[in-house]
């Protein structure tokens, strides 16, 4: 199965600032079949991007995503209070679709 | 608009079964695939499978080796999800979730999630 590394861990920033995500997959993704989710504490999660750059319906334009092959990134161009939380990368061109480990994206 | 309502958490002992429900609304139950998915503590997601709301096709991950089974009610617009032989390492938050374009990809609505606990 194909083995998504997300970095950083954790990402200490203010609002206001970028915030720039990074998921590494172990082999090719196919038909960059890439999605990412936020998730805050005791909540579930919500899609943000689904097919490497296409933002889900209602989410704010600050959020871009990008990549191709094993390489991709999320980016939070100028970060509101509400985008603190842990977001995750899933690909799902390859069965059993995976999940990366999570970047934390915390108040500095 | 679109809602998931999972039933509530759960404490069950090894080797038991537990049966997760997903309540669902807002969308034409028929027309969506299901997605099952769980988070241990300290864990990635995990993909479990999907359940087609339309024919009832079903696709399980290896992983659980026949310990699985999803159901759907289509009169309920619920789909139900039940892993038996519990072990202390199926301790998990378990999740439906829509799928957002047709059978195994990505989720675009979620449950709430439903805590199970096993544990002697």
């Known amino acids: 199965e194909i083995v998504l590394t997300q970095s950083p861990d954790t990402l200490s920033l203010s609002p206001g600032e970028r915030a720039t995500l990074s998921c590494r997959a172990s082999?090719?993704?196919?038909?960059?079949?890439l999605a990412w989710y936020q998730q805050k504490p005791g909540q579930a999660p919500r899609l943000l991007i689904y097919?490497?750059?296409y933002r889900a319906t209602g989410i704010p334009l600050r959020f871009s995503a990008s990549g191709a092959g094993t390489e991709f990134t999320l980016i939070i161009s100028r970060l509101q209070p509400e985008d603190f939380g842990v977001y995750y990368c899933?690909?799902?061109?390859?069965?059993?679709?995976?999940f990366g480990q999570g970047t934390k994206v915390e108040v500095k | 608009q679109v809602q998931l309502i999972q039933s509530g958490a759960e404490v069950k002992k090894p080797g038991a079964s537990v049966k997760v429900s997903c309540k669902t609304s807002g969308y034409i139950f028929t027309d969506w695939t299901m997605n099952w998915l769980r988070q241990a503590p300290g864990q990635r997601f995990e993909w479990m499978g999907w359940?087609?709301?339309?024919?009832?096709?079903?696709k399980y991950s290896d992983k659980f080796q026949g310990r699985l089974t999803f159901t759907r009610d289509t009169s309920a617009s619920t789909v139900s999800m039940e892993l038996s032989s519990l072990r202390d390492e199926d301790t998990a938050v378990y999740y439906c979730a829509r799928d957002g374009y047709s059978s195994g990809y990505f989720s675009d609505y979620w449950g709430q999630g439903t805590l199970v606990i096993v544990s002697s």
């Open positions: 097919a490497t750059s």
């Open positions: 899933q690909q799902y061109g390859s069965s059993p679709q995976t």
């Open positions: 359940i087609s709301g339309g024919n009832g096709g079903r």
């Open positions: 082999q090719s993704v196919s038909v960059n079949s």
